[in-house]
């Protein structure tokens, strides 16, 4: 399995002129708000409930968990339309059928608060959801670089915010995206191993003995000692142990839904690193670009740049990068060259994911940049002390972490620390 070349920190900045700022995000969960955008209001009638809830310091699966616990109904009844980061107080929408409205707002769960609910005629799916809007309070910043934030916050309304998948879908360690390339190349071994052991810096205490007990061969040891959060991880080594270290049989024992997220993080990492080549000129197209139309989400082939440019300029349009798969169309010119080299270096085709067959690895195009709407910043004081408030909206699928990773650079550090969501 290859090393990561290219994590998220060492990813090239649009802003590169601009010096590191250094804040702390996340002093508590107060300090990062993110509110869902609903694509559509409920119709007020229907099977269905839709729901709001406030979450805080707790992961949109976690809530699903617990609310499906407390309505005793089964977790894959409850609609969702995207997921929350844990170390924020989040509010969103979520859906479940045949249950009254009245024992949904008697729910009192810890961490959670109903705000409304509503009758609607279908389930919540994933991505019916507009966008998310921000409110961020950045703590410990040096006072007098404000006009320096702005001035970067200035770029980033008028170019663009490169539109990198963000450190959450990597994973705590990382590593899904090589996951993910494993699952492609249907190299059983590597991707049991790398599930299991290889222990690295950011495992510790009872996952750090669980992964070197694997790494040393005592699966049935290494079983014992995963925590009952990793109880996936601790049956997949019982199988090791079962059949005397066969992989392949430890690996048809993955969930395929978890498969289908390792090769999805692979794809983000690729998009990464065709969009790392490009960062400086996001908002420029050039002949042979599948653009994207922010108005309507469709994409076209740009056959003369020089008249295209005047709507890239106005953000009508933008460039567009590959989440590669066996349906996806590929760009001409420059682009499509640049794109075709990654995958060789990467040993892949997209035919390879055609044989994922029960995934469905379509592929698709993403948008190079997305601008913050509504983008305002200001400097108070609160009982925890002086902040730097953002607050903007961004499309779904689009990260606050890339606004703030602009604006900061490496200066930005977490205060509640990292936990995947």
Known sequence: MTPNTTPITRLPYLTAESPPIRAVTKRSFEDFRVEEVPA?????????????????????????????HGLDVPTKNIGLAGL????AVATQTLSVEHVDPERIERL?????????????????????????????????VDLGRIDDMRRVCDVLVRRGVPNYFGPQRFGSRGDTWQLGKGVLHNDAEAVVNLMLGRPGPSDTGAVLK????????????????WPNLFRDLAR???????????????????????????????????????????????DQVRVGDLAYKHDVGAVFLVEDADQEQARAAAFAISPTGPIFGYKMTLPGGETGRCEENILQDEGISLEDFRLLRRMKVHGSRRSLRFRPEALELDNGDDAHGPFVELRFTLPAGCYATMVLREICKDGLEEGLGSEKT
């Open 210 to 225: 669980a992964r070197s007990l694997y790494a040393a061969g005592k699966f049935a040891s290494a079983a014992k000692a």
């Open 108 to 140: 009192n769960i810890p961490r959670i608060r109903i705000l409304r609910v509503a009758r609607h005629g279908n389930k919540l799916k994933i991505g019916h959801l507009r966008g998310n809007r921000f409110i961020i309070r950045l703590r410990e």
């Open 40 to 68: 559509y209001d409920p119709a007020g009638e229907g099977d269905h409930c839709f729901f709001t809830i406030e979450k805080r310091g707790i992961a949109t699966m976690q809530a699903v968990n617990d609310i499906a």
């Open 236 to 282: 997949i080594c019982r199988i090791m142990d079962r059949t005397g270290g066969k992989h392949r049989r430890a690996y048809h024992a993955i969930d395929a839904r978890l498969k289908k997220f390792y090769v999805s993080a692979y794809q983000s990492h690729l998009f990464n690193q065709v969009l790392a080549g490009r960062v400086e000129t996001l």
């Open 84 to 87: 929350k980061d844990a170390r």
